[in-house]
């Protein structure tokens, strides 16, 4: 901040390192990430191989979604829905990462330099925060963690079904199995380290010794919220990875290794 009663500093900051690596290194990623998503979003296609079924369209909720045995096909949406079924759920997963505390921190810095880094002024002329529209909205953060959680069970009972062959044999393990493992793991680690999990299991509390089950369970999500960041970035790119994976299977570009 630059006032009055501060030293007269010509510089805008006395930071001598490359503090903006992070900002945009944190940009880029992001900025990969919204273009491969749309990309996948908007294609409507090659989501599904027996037995796997992409992230990004599960559940698949309209009737133009590709048949899936055992899968999570909800015709909810009739035949008047003509756009990818994927334009359905991601809201939820997304609304969830975009209130996310820790992602606010990495868009806000990265794409709107509010501010770009420690000790360096942001270009803005005034700060309001998170008290006018659009970014009041930041506040539903805790009801997009409850659809998550929803999205989360069902992600689980599709890598369930990563145990099938291609004839919905059960038994059987493939790469992919251990590539839906690896996401749903991760998912459910970034999901539980939110502070609005944390808020929820302990948060409330006056006395934790009245509480000690809940007290428990809120110093292991506070163990996990630790590393909220990088389980932010881990289930960011192990989601894209399932999807990938799918995709390539769906192609025909490779074929799935089965491991028994």
């Given at each position: 901040?630059?006032?009055?009663?501060?030293?007269?500093?010509?510089?805008?900051?006395?930071?001598?390192?490359?503090?903006?690596?992070?900002?945009?290194?944190?940009?880029?990623?992001?900025?990969?990430?919204?273009?491969?998503?749309?990309?996948?979003?908007?294609?409507?296609?090659?989501?599904?191989?027996?037995?796997?079924?992409?992230?990004?369209?599960?559940?698949?909720?309209?009737?133009?979604?590709?048949?899936?045995?055992?899968?999570?096909?909800?015709?909810?949406?009739?035949?008047?829905?003509?756009?990818?079924?994927?334009?359905?759920?991601?809201?939820?997963?997304?609304?969830?990462?975009?209130?996310?505390?820790?992602?606010?921190?990495?868009?806000?810095?990265?794409?709107?330099?509010?501010?770009?880094?420690?000790?360096?002024?942001?270009?803005?002329?005034?700060?309001?925060?998170?008290?006018?529209?659009?970014?009041?909205?930041?506040?539903?953060?805790?009801?997009?963690?409850?659809?998550?959680?929803?999205?989360?069970?069902?992600?689980?009972?599709?890598?369930?079904?990563?145990?099938?062959?291609?004839?919905?044999?059960?038994?059987?393990?493939?790469?992919?199995?251990?590539?839906?493992?690896?996401?749903?793991?991760?998912?459910?680690?970034?999901?539980?380290?939110?502070?609005?999990?944390?808020?929820?299991?302990?948060?409330?509390?006056?006395?934790?010794?009245?509480?000690?089950?809940?007290?428990?369970?809120?110093?292991?999500?506070?163990?996990?919220n630790e590393r909220h960041m990088l389980l932010?970035?881990?289930?960011?790119?192990?989601?894209?990875?399932?999807?990938?994976?799918?995709?390539?299977?769906?192609?025909?570009?490779?074929?799935?290794?089965?491991?028994?």
């Open positions: 901040m630059r006032a009055g009663t501060r030293a007269a500093i010509a510089a805008p900051h006395l930071r001598t390192d490359r503090w903006w690596l992070a900002p945009a290194a944190t940009a880029l990623g992001l900025l990969a990430f919204v273009v491969y998503s749309t990309w996948r979003a908007f294609a409507n296609a090659d989501y599904y191989h027996a037995p796997y079924v992409s992230p990004f369209y599960s559940p698949c909720l309209a009737d133009n979604c590709t048949t899936m045995k055992g899968g999570p096909n909800w015709g909810l949406f009739g035949e008047w829905w003509g756009l990818s079924p994927a334009l359905l759920i991601l809201i939820f997963p997304l609304g969830f990462r975009l209130t996310c505390y820790y992602y606010r921190k990495a868009y806000y810095r990265g794409f709107w330099a509010s501010p770009p880094a420690c000790a360096v002024a942001e270009p803005h002329k005034k700060y309001t925060g998170e008290t006018r529209f659009p970014l009041i909205l930041q506040n539903v953060h805790r009801y997009f963690f409850y659809a998550a959680l929803l999205v989360a069970a069902i992600l689980t009972w599709d890598t369930a079904l990563g145990f099938r062959n291609e004839e919905y044999e059960w038994g059987h393990m493939g790469l992919g199995t251990l590539v839906f493992l690896g996401n749903i793991l991760l998912i459910w680690a970034y999901t539980l380290s939110c502070h609005s999990c944390r808020h929820i299991i302990g948060g409330r509390l006056r006395h934790f010794s009245k509480h000690p089950v809940r007290y428990r369970m809120w110093g292991w999500v506070g163990k996990l932010a970035w881990a289930s960011l790119l192990s989601v894209a990875l399932a999807d990938f994976y799918v995709y390539l299977l769906a192609t025909g570009t490779i074929t799935d290794p089965r491991l028994f």
